[in-house]
């Protein structure tokens, strides 16, 4: 018999798989998912020619959104539905045509119907390029069935 923590794993790979193929700005982005865990996802991106903004430097809504992408799949890991409630970003670096970015989430809080996410983003140097704080509210439905 498995363990809720088994349990639990097995639902978050499930949804972040369900998430990384079917939510249209991942595929974009080009989101390659490196680690995923109940309220944990590790993400990944090269930031591409398309992606650079008029003064040739990677477009914050570009690291906003990789962000964005690793904070919705982590907080919908439990398989509850989320959507965003507030989210806020501090942008420390620049990001150039090539750079590799990572995005980490850590979940500070899930309880009953609310989370809170922080999420640092990367670069290939381990440079600290963002922070990301979100939080989630749930709402009706589940990202996968439970069959």
């Keep these: 018999m498995d363990t809720q923590l088994e349990t639990a794993q097995r ?3 499930k ?3 369900a998430m990384i193929t079917g939510d249209k700005v991942a595929v974009w982005l080009g989101a390659e998912l490196l680690n995923v865990a109940p309220g944990s996802v590790t993400l990944r991106m ?10 040739n ?3 914050g809504g570009v690291t906003f959104s990789l962000a964005d992408v690793a904070f919705a ?6 398989n509850n539905a989320m959507v965003a409630q507030t989210c806020s970003i501090s942008f420390l670096g620049p990001v150039n045509l090539g750079d590799v970015l990572t995005a980490t989430v850590d979940e500070t ?3 009953n119907r609310s989370g809170i996410y922080d999420i640092k983003v990367t670069n290939q140097r381990d440079e600290t390029i963002a922070v990301f704080r979100g939080q989630s509210r749930a709402i009706p439905g589940q990202i996968i069935s439970n069959t």
């Excluded at 090269?46 to 003064?55: A, G, P, S, W």
């Excluded at 799949?73 to 439990?78: K, R, V």
Aim: charged residues 20%; aromatic residues 4%; glycine residues 4%.
């Design 57 to 59: 430097i990677g477009h």
């Design 46 to 55: 090269t930031i591409r020619e398309d992606m650079l903004n008029v003064v």
């Design 11 to 13: 639902t978050a790979e």
């Design 73 to 78: 799949m982590a907080c919908n890991s439990h």
């Design 109 to 111: 809080l899930y309880e």
């Design 15 to 17: 949804v972040a798989e």
